[in-house]
């Protein structure tokens, strides 16, 4: 560690000596990923979530910076009497598969997740009927797939889930930057992924196509997946419980953009619980003002309330 780093510290709401941990090992063959689960101390039988990061090859606890949302979670709500398992991203664990021409998001998250759902549900800690899984972001999105792909699971807690199409979103992102830090983001920033989302909704978009010339590098395979991917029409086929969170302060994904295609596409779904938290970002660190990438490199942890609402969610959720 360099003097310029800061270490993690736990949050004031974990208390380490209420829950062990040991590690895991998620998919099979020469894929396969390293996880931990936090299992809580002394009690009987009770609910099991999966964690799933956000895009990108993000580790177990979705380091960002001095900062680890997933590792707040996972020791927030072991303290509390959940059994939860982080895991890292195949693309973290193997850097190449991010760069590989037929990577697609379901390659990278649904096999890995539905192995963890199965690990949960033969763990001796966890009532196998009350397997949950949590998506942060991109994580998010696809947790309605892994509840199609592992019809076991009880139910969904999706944190700042994009709906809107990620190729849209990121013309959107980068055009709120260029306004609010106009020193860092050049007007030819926007124009190049404007360039790059039209060639993702154009027919042109081949297998073929270089990932060069498509947003974030990611493959033609994955903007062909993710081109036709509805989250919210998936969700709308479930009837398992959900349990939706947003930052009202994120501008990765917003109430307005994305969180109103939840709402619109759950209306009058009683087994669905939406809520905003005003004062966070999209790492649901709490915070005033306009959110920019800055406030991720301080150090912080996940909202209180945020730990505090899933709990009770999960321990009164039967699915």
């Known amino acids: 560690m360099t003097g310029s780093e800061v270490a993690w510290t736990p949050p004031p709401y974990a208390e380490p000596g209420r829950f062990s941990e040991h590690e895991v090992t998620i998919g099979t063959g020469p894929l396969s990923v390293p996880g931990t689960v936090s299992v809580p101390r002394g009690q009987a039988p009770g609910p099991g ?80 009927e009350r397997v949950f899984v949590l998506g942060h972001s991109m994580g998010g999105k696809v947790a309605p797939a892994v509840a199609i792909a592992a019809p076991t699971v009880a139910g969904l807690v999706i944190l700042a889930g994009d709906t809107q199409p990620m190729h849209h979103a990121a013309v959107r992102v980068v055009s709120y930057l260029a306004t609010a830090l106009p020193d ?60 939706i969170l947003q930052g009202g302060r994120d501008y990765q994904v917003t109430v307005a953009d994305d969180l109103v295609r939840w709402r619109t596409g759950l209306s009058g779904r009683p087994e669905v619980d939406i809520r905003v938290y005003e004062a966070d970002n999209h790492l649901f660190f709490p915070g005033s003002g306009p959110s920019t990438p800055v406030e991720y490199g301080t150090p912080q942890h996940v909202d209180p309330a945020i730990i505090a609402d899933i709990a009770h969610w999960l321990s009164h959720s039967q699915g």
């Open 49 to 128: 979530v999966v964690l799933l990061a956000g895009g990108g090859p993000f580790d177990r606890d979705e380091t960002s910076g001095p900062n680890k949302p997933l590792k707040d979670l996972a020791w927030g709500l072991a303290s509390r009497g959940t059994t939860v398992l982080r895991f890292d991203k195949v693309t973290y664990a193997y850097r190449d598969m991010a760069a590989a021409s037929d990577l697609t998001m379901t390659q990278e998250y649904v096999p890995y997740a539905v192995d963890a759902v199965d690990l949960l549900r033969s763990h001796r800690s966890v009532d196998p």
């Open 184 to 243: 860092q983001v050049p007007s030819t920033v926007i124009e190049t992924f404007q360039r790059q989302a039209a060639l993702v909704d154009s027919a042109g978009l081949t297998p073929s196509t270089p990932a060069a010339d498509l947003p974030f590098g990611l493959s033609a395979a994955y903007w062909l997946e993710l081109r036709d991917y509805d989250p919210v029409a998936i969700a709308s086929g479930l009837s398992a419980p959900m349990l």
